[in-house]
């Protein structure tokens, strides 16, 4: 049986995606006994699971070793590979913003210096308001830029905003809402049609139901 790969991001994100499988009727009785394994399989056969770091989805993905991925929208902006986006997941849901403190501006004519673990996103994001930038690319708490000077302003995903209040900054531009997404190969989408549509059909009426 030629099986159907599936890409998914460790952490809340697979375990969300697991939940939805399971009422979708995609059961493994390895959904609740992963440990340190990373390939799985249903209990059908029918489908196999690696269980990656969600920036490395969409390169799987692409790359044609999974069929399938589901990962949050953050990832596909900044990785922004050629696949087909099917289905918005709505869970893990937050924002992409850009925060600092209300009212500061840099030097007239000085480049906004922006502090970020998504360099590609805030590039995307000034340039379409023609807005000149310079890119501090960090990987920890970003909220720091601000903080000790480093940066004017950050972007980064916003879940509550408590971080943010605690160190008394604020949201000053929302760039794009996030949540979890279906994304396909594109060459999958054409040799195994049936089997990938009739999991997304799976996936729409578990969804559909949790609304009910």
Excluded: W
Excluded at 73 to 87: Q, S
Excluded at 90 to 115: D, I, K, Q, S, T
Excluded at 161 to 172: E, H, I, P, S, Y
């Amino acid at each position: 049986m030629e099986k159907v790969t599936l890409a998914l991001a460790k952490g809340r994100l697979s375990e969300k995606a697991m939940g939805l499988m399971a009422r979708a009727g995609i059961r493994s009785k390895e959904f609740d006994e992963l440990g340190r394994k990373l390939v799985f399989e249903d209990d059908s056969g029918a489908y196999r699971f690696i269980l990656v770091k969600p920036s490395d989805v969409p390169t799987y993905v692409d790359h044609g070793v999974a069929d399938v991925g589901i990962v949050g929208k953050d990832t596909l902006m900044e990785e922004n590979r050629p696949l087909y986006e099917l289905l918005d997941f709505g869970f893990g849901a937050c924002r992409m913003c850009v925060c600092g403190f209300e009212g500061r501006r840099p030097p007239v004519g000085a480049p906004l210096r922006v502090a970020t673990k998504y360099p590609r996103i805030a590039r995307a994001y000034y340039g379409e308001k023609g807005q000149n930038i310079q890119i501090i690319k960090l990987n920890g708490s970003v909220e720091l830029g601000p903080l000790v000077g480093l940066s004017d302003v950050i972007v980064d995903i916003v879940e509550s905003g408590g971080t943010l209040k605690a160190n008394g900054l604020a949201v000053l531009e929302e760039v794009a809402p996030l949540s979890a997404r279906l994304v396909v190969n594109r060459v999958s989408m054409k040799t195994k049609t049936e089997k990938i549509q009739r999991l997304i059909e799976g996936f729409k009426q578990a969804l559909k139901e949790d609304e009910a």
